[in-house]
Every structure is written in C-alpha cells, then in structure tokens.
C-alpha cells in the first residue's frame, strides 16, 4: 500500500484555511519568506511577467504580488496542483498550470517572462537532471537578453540545511533531495553558458542558509 507523504495528509485533514496557516508557521522554521519576498521582488523589473516554475503552494508569489502590484505571474509546476495558497484578491493576476513542465511551457509558446523564478526548485531536480534544466532556462534567457533568472536555494551545511532536507524527504515525500551550494549553483550555469552574469543578493546575510542568486545573459 502506498502512503502519502505526511505532508499531503495534514493538509487534507486541516483544508486549505488551516493548513495554509499552519504551513507557514513550520515553514517559518527553515525560511523568513518575507525576507525572501522583499529581496526577490527587487530583481524583478518593472511592469515584469513572471514565471515561477515549480511554483508550489504559492506562498512567496502570494507576497510578492502583495509587495509588487506591477508584476504579472504565471506559475507552473509538475505536480497535479499549483499555487493553492494564493489568496483570491491576487488570482486576477495569477495563470496557473499544474501537470506542467517548463519544457511543455516553452513547447506551448507561453507567454515570455521578464523574470523566471526557481524558489527551492532545483535541490528537488535529480542530480543527472539539473543540466539540462538549466540549459533550457540559459537557452530562453539568449531569446530574451532582458530576462532575469532568479534562483532561490539553500547552502548546505548548516542545521537549518540538515532539518530542512529531513523534512523535505520524510514530510514532502522527496528521498532524492539534494542541496546545491551557491559556488556550484554558479559553477553549473558556467558549464552550460560561460558567459553567464551573476549577482548576489544579500538573503544569505539576512537569512542563511538561504541564498538568492541572480542570473542574466
């Protein structure tokens, strides 16, 4: 018999209300979201669409569209829901593609985006994986040289990097987890695009180990 992992059955018992207030409280143990609300939404240029893939519960576009009243977003993700947590007054703003991979995104001709997000995205790719997921993601940002590739994620090594993959693998549900440092995030962009620009912002600093990094052609 297959279980669900433990957090798909809370959230089934509690419903969206209280499973999305009780979410953020044991989300708070592993990131400041608004933190990384308010230093994300400063990469995104004005007036930008955003694509955030793999876009989960939606808890950080939630309060990115509240910090950013001129962005659109469109949020997709693998798995059969997307962006539950969304409040109604920001749906208007928000297209949502759940069973959607950014390869199928691409495929469909969606929409361009001026900033593409991957929050806690790309430590949940299969290692033999990640390269040709960010090739995809270098090959639009040569289409499009004014986009800009937000990657959030977290530093390995640190007590909050060890609970939070505990959690990941045993309440998520993801056994292959992986953590990618911020050296060989970069590193990877560079074998796939050497000419790849990069800046970091100051997450770490505020809230290690998480770290936000931004990339550009």
Known sequence: ?????????VRAVLG???SRWV????????????AVAQI???????????????????ALIDLLLDIRPDITVTALDVAPTVGQWIRERHIHRVRRLPSTS?????????????AILLADVIHHVPIDGRANLLRTITS????SPSTRLIVKD??????????????????TG????RLVSSCDLVAAMRRVEAAIQVSETELFARDSPNYAMVFWR
């Open 16 to 18: 969206r209300s209280a």
């Open 23 to 34: 979410g953020g409280l044991y989300r708070s143990v592993f990131v400041d979201l608004h």
């Open 40 to 58: 994300v939404a400063r990469e995104i240029p004005t007036g930008a669409h955003v694509l955030d893939v793999g876009g989960g519960d939606g």
């Open 1 to 9: 018999m297959n279980i669900p992992p433990l957090g798909k059955m």
């Open 154 to 171: 977290v530093e390995p090594g640190h007590w909050r990097s060890r609970l939070g993959l505990l959690s990941d693998r045993y309440v």
């Open 140 to 143: 639009t940002l040569a289409t």
């Open 102 to 114: 950014l390869d199928d995104y691409l495929a469909s001709g969606g929409r361009v985006a001026q």
């Open 174 to 177: 993801d056994r292959n987890v």
